[in-house]
């Protein structure tokens, strides 16, 4: 599971300690977390984006088009998100790829 903490805090131009004072953390604390040498509880991860400003799930690694994709469903009523995932199991199956929950 990669993170893109140090990513989000390079855009921002902040060093560690600037993120990790504004997430209640240690210094040393963030740096583990960003090398992935100490796992982060849910508790420090909601720490770290809120004070990045986004959402805990745009922490993790994800490329350009599968965010795009979060935030379009994210937006769907329920109905069309069900609609949605329908459509997409029915592609993945006919490329052989079964979803996880299968």
Known sequence: MALRIKQL???KGWTQEVLASKAGLSRSQLAMIEKETRPANT???NAIATALGVSTEDLFETDERERK???ILRALSADDADALLRVAE????RQGVLPESQ
């Not at 029915?90 to 199956?93: G, K, Q």
């Open 69 to 71: 994709i979060i935030s």
């Open 43 to 45: 508790l420090r991860l």
């Open 9 to 11: 805090r390079d855009e």
């Open 90 to 93: 029915a592609l993945s199956s």
